[in-house]
């Protein structure tokens, strides 16, 4: 029997117990391995692990060990049969080296082709999602560049306030009358302990939008934490899958959770650059000193976004 049939057959048919082995194809219960038959184990088809109440027979001949654990095995004739995890070692030697080891690779490869396949699969289906970011990438980072070059420094003022995480504008308002009684009573301070006697507080005047837009870049966030590993996983060829070590294949299935995760927070940034970049929002830069022609040079520079 042609031993990729029987495999074919075993992903099918999983063995859960003895009884099991009786309907493989082609399986027999004893065979003989010794000098005289010429016969060698030529592969592990399968592993099996039964409860004590199921022990099973070893099926090399003269061996018959009791046990739970072991392998369905094939020769190099056809036949098929099932042996102890341990006692091919002591009757067949060599050839149970050998033939564990591929099964130990051929076990590996196979998680590894399923874990890289659910990953990618899992990135595929968010392509829509990552089509849309990087149109919107491209909106904001030039609605970025030319706001930087027609308002610079309204543009640092907005950094500063993304650094601060404040996005309360203010005008200084000096205090007089009572509110400058207040003021002294509530600080424990007097006149003398301001320039002309008149203290000069920050009243906020109102509040941005989006200024978060400015705590990161858009442009790179999308190419170094979205598309790059993204491109990376994508391009592992079948072989290079199969040879993934555990500690590489493991870093790989996390790096696929952070480009979702990637996605998720690059996609919060795009809504405060468009909630930052909105008609309404824009007027109010004229409070942090921005002049009406440059942000109606602004508007004219770049055109609407026509997204989503
Ligand atoms: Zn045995």
Redesign the pocket.
Known sequence: MDHSVIFAWLKDNPIMGPEDFLRIPGYEQTINFSKFSGRRLEIMLTDYAFDKANETQ?G?SG?K?KHQRGFIVGTDDGKVTN??KD??KT?LGLDFSRARKEFNYRRKAESNRTTITTVIADIAAQQSRIDRIQAFAKHLNACSFSFRRLMPDTYRKVCEMAKRDNPVITRPKALTGRDAELYFEMTKTRPRDYPGGVPVVDEPVDTLSGHRFFRDMIGASVTHRILKPRDELISLTTDEIDNLSGRRLSMLSKSAQEILANLSATEELANYGLAFFSADNLEKLKLLGASSESITAFRKEVPEANLC
């Open positions: 070893c090399i061996c060990q042996i102890g006692c091919g009757h």
